[in-house]
């Protein structure tokens, strides 16, 4: 918590103005549209089913069994409260631990998780870097640097010899066979679909912002969403980035709508994320693993 607050002041004091201007801000006009918000809500829920989606797809690839995807959604969903624990590791470990219940082998599911956290992040940089270039003077040298280490990265990875052998260095550990299909045409399709995912959540934002009448132009602030959140991760004794991706939003948003707006914006958006996540995930852990559903599968596993 105390490394948390340290960072969120640094990152205010460094790229922000400050948030003096929340005191003065007229609260009647963060009143939203309902059906905009409404919308931004419907499409962030659905980057999350996606990204619930191609976890299970690359199950599949990795040799595992092919989860229905209502399954795949359940169980990632679940998997995710574990993200606002500090570690940033419980979420992998809670999706291993569930999946195992469903035949998925532990090394395979794991796996999953850890490989598809690592190309979701790239893809969320790629999509960031656009807030990144256009951002304060001070993060727009982090921005191309940041583009030429994540072009360098990815083309290192597509190397059909190192792909296989980062892949056949994780199996092993696990004392598991590799999957022999398995290729670097895999991870450049996962990329590209995780990248695609990553601009409906850019975009689920821009439709937020624009549900509080604010009219901003959607490639930088869009992008600043996907941008704070890679920063917010990076910082692993914050739960889910908290403090962090706000400070790194204020911070983007800034120069577009004024710091304190911008300031009130990440807060809401604090809020509309982790409400779209824990609603359906509460209801999922009631259905998968709460305790009515655990005694039933307890006697089914008796039977």
């Keep these: 918590m105390a490394l948390t607050v340290l960072v969120t002041w640094f990152?205010?004091?460094s790229l922000g103005p400050g948030l003096?201007?929340?005191r003065s801000l007229d609260r009647a006009a963060w009143r939203p549209d309902l059906p905009l918000f409404g919308l931004s809500c419907l499409a962030l829920l659905t980057g999350y089913f996606v990204s619930a989606a191609l976890w299970g797809r690359m199950v599949?690839?990795?040799g595992g069994p092919r989860l229905p995807f209502t399954q795949a959604i359940q169980l990632f969903m679940v998997a995710n409260?574990?993200?606002y624990l500090p570690g940033k590791v419980w979420?992998?470990?809670g999706l291993a631990v569930l999946a195992r219940g469903r035949g998925v082998p532990a090394a395979t599911a794991t796996g999953a998780a850890v490989l598809g956290q690592g190309v979701s992040l790239v893809a969320a940089t790629l999509v960031g870097l656009v807030a990144l270039a256009a951002g304060p003077e001070q993060v727009r040298t982090w921005g191309l640097g940041g583009a030429g280490v994540v072009g360098l990265a990815v083309a290192v990875g597509l190397i059909p010899r190192v792909f296989r052998w980062v892949v056949g260095?994780?199996?092993r550990i696990a004392k598991q066979e590799p999957p022999p299909a398995l290729g670097s045409g895999h991870a450049l399709v996962w990329l590209l679909l995780f990248a695609a995912n990553w601009v409906l959540y850019a975009f689920s934002f821009w439709i937020l912002a624009a549900s509080f009448g604010h009219t901003v132009p959607i490639l930088p602030v869009a992008s600043a969403f996907a941008a704070a959140y890679v920063l917010g991760y990076l910082m692993i004794f914050a739960p889910a980035g908290v403090g962090v991706r706000e400070a790194s939003l204020v911070a983007f948003l800034t120069p577009y709508m004024g710091a304190g707006a911008a300031g009130v914006l990440a807060v809401v958006a604090r809020v509309w994320?982790?409400?779209v996540e824990l609603l359906p995930a509460g209801i999922f852990w009631m259905r998968t693993v709460g305790p009515g559903r655990a005694e039933t599968n307890s006697e089914?596993?008796?039977v």
């Design 60 to 62: 599949s690839d990795l």
């Design 91 to 93: 979420q992998i470990a």
């Design 300 to 302: 089914d596993a008796d």
């Design 20 to 22: 003096g201007e929340l």
């Design 169 to 171: 260095v994780w199996f």
């Design 273 to 275: 994320t982790t409400g």
């Design 81 to 83: 409260l574990g993200r």
């Design 11 to 13: 990152i205010v004091e």
